[in-house]
């Protein structure tokens, strides 16, 4: 009758502690789901910067495009400017005609 009595407290014992454990168990299981909602929240908001940091680098490389381009035809507008000046006999109205003739152009 002892061996019984011993081994219902044995038992006892271990229900308790496999309880404890189930417990600690879910704590932990609650907490890795919690800690993997907040990975996926901050890899959501990553992903947000990394689509507004590509939109970013997309309008910088037509601003720079643009930019490029009023460069080549200014250097044109330069050029023709320095041509006209080196071959012209100027007048007042000639140059004006051609300024204004450039700019057209």
Do not use: I
């Not at 014992?13 to 800690?35: C, F, I, M, S």
């Not at 140059?95 to 152009?105: A, E, I, P, Q, W």
């Amino acid at each position: 009758m002892s061996q019984v009595v011993d081994l219902d407290n044995s038992l006892e014992v271990t229900r308790q502690e496999l309880g404890k454990l189930r417990g600690r168990a879910d704590e932990e299981d609650e907490r890795w789901r919690a800690r993997e909602q907040e990975l996926l929240v901050r890899l959501e908001d990553s992903r947000c910067r990394e689509r507004k940091l590509e939109d970013q680098k997309h309008n910088l490389e037509v601003c720079l495009a643009d930019a490029t381009q009023q460069l080549q035809e200014l250097k044109v507008f330069s050029r023709k400017m320095e041509m006209f000046f080196r071959s012209e006999t100027l007048t007042a109205s000639s140059v004006y005609l051609t300024l204004m003739y450039l700019c057209l152009n």
